[in-house]
């Protein structure tokens, strides 16, 4: 299978005034989201119930403090994020596919730079109520994979409804040469750090339960490529100052 592998230009002369995000691969992921209702999306002339997208994780194997996603924007355009989990940083940025393609590096602008904040977070949750499960190892194609949830630990039923608190299934390659998972939730990415208990290895699957225990979200890894890509964010935006400084 086809991987978009994707060229980065640098658009000024790197000093210190630049914080440096450097990748080493580029994974490609297909996703489905799951609707309760038939709803209108883009780019289609009826209703549908789920949703297919593709996209690609930029990863450094060595770490999993922080990542980069691209993915389609329109016909045009790609979409470009970063998520710092370690910093608490959220940047994002729209580029013409025919620049990013030819191109070595990227720098994002000051404003596309936010805060990273975690939708647990922004329901009042704190990550000391959520942890790991270890659940039955799962097999897929006659391989052996880990499973683990993610969830609210003792729940109270009428708390979890009201906020819509869903769990986090994660089933992980434990045979991969990646060691170290890419969690997209930052309270993951916390506990599993203070925890070592939490999984390791490459995450092949992630799909999500609503409170209801309906299927919402479905992510699977495709394949990967090598890659020495890089992201500069400038240190002087009034949002990041004091976390590098």
Request: charged fraction near 35%; aromatic fraction near 14%.
């Amino acid at each position: 299978m086809k991987i978009l592998i994707l060229l980065f230009s640098l658009t000024f002369v790197v000093g210190h005034s630049q914080k440096l995000y450097e990748f080493d691969y580029i994974m490609e992921y297909h996703a489905m989201v799951y609707y309760k209702k038939p709803r209108k999306i883009k780019n289609k002339d009826h209703k549908v119930t789920e949703e297919f997208a593709k996209g690609y994780y930029l990863i450094n194997s060595e770490q999993n403090e922080y990542f980069g996603v691209i993915t389609e924007e329109d016909s045009l355009n790609y979409k470009i994020v970063l998520e710092d989990q370690k910093r608490g940083l959220f940047s994002r940025a729209i580029a013409l596919k025919s620049e990013l393609n030819d191109a070595d590096m990227i720098n994002m602008d000051c404003k596309g730079i936010t805060r990273l904040a975690s939708s647990l977070e922004l329901q009042r949750l704190k990550k000391e109520d959520f942890d790991f499960v270890k659940l039955k190892d799962t097999t897929i194609n006659n391989e052996s994979f880990l499973h683990y949830k993610f969830y609210l630990k003792n729940p109270k039923e009428r708390k979890r409804k009201r906020k819509k608190i869903g769990t986090y299934h994660l089933i992980i390659d434990k045979s991969s040469k990646f060691k170290l998972p890419l969690f997209r939730s930052r309270y993951q990415y916390e506990k599993w750090i203070l925890n070592e208990k939490t999984p390791m290895g490459l995450i092949a699957e992630v799909f999500i339960t609503d409170y209801e225990g309906k299927l919402v979200y479905s992510e699977k890894f495709i394949d990967f490529i090598e890659t020495e890509k890089k992201i500069y964010l400038p240190k002087r935006c009034p949002t990041i100052e004091v976390i590098y400084e």
